[in-house]
């Protein structure tokens, strides 16, 4: 039922920031789960953060803890994913995906809706 759209991607220094949102068209957008998800070039999609639907609960992969936060305003539909510190190895596209479900934390595979992904590359 829900259809997902990222925005956000940009080129950016190394050390600079940005912000991806992922904006929900549908209903209950606070049952569903939300993850953030990354392809580079010749790599397998990897997960990097996913926030519970209420927003409680947050995981990150290692690779980004301590400089990306994830987050959501479900009164907008919209979840987000603030990327400090950026690094060369973070060019990928970017993807946000959902899940409907209770529980938190999502299997990677389990994710079953999925947007159109965002282009984030990092180069000096």
């Known amino acids: 039922q829900l259809q997902l759209l990222e925005s956000g991607g940009d080129v950016v220094q190394p050390g600079g920031s940005l912000r991806l949102a992922c904006t929900a068209s549908?209903?209950?957008?606070?049952?569903?789960?939300i993850g953030w998800f990354r392809q580079a070039p010749g790599k397998e999609r990897e997960e990097v953060s996913s926030i519970s639907g209420a927003g409680g609960s947050t995981h990150y992969a290692d690779s980004v803890k301590g400089r990306f936060t994830i987050s959501r305003d479900n009164a907008k539909n919209t979840a987000y994913l603030e990327m400090n510190d950026l690094r060369p190895e973070d060019t990928a596209v970017y993807y946000c995906a959902a899940k409907r479900t209770v529980w938190f934390p999502v299997r990677p595979a389990d994710f079953d809706l999925w947007g159109q992904g965002t282009q984030v590359t990092i180069s000096a």
């Open positions: 549908g209903s209950f957008f606070d049952y569903y789960a």
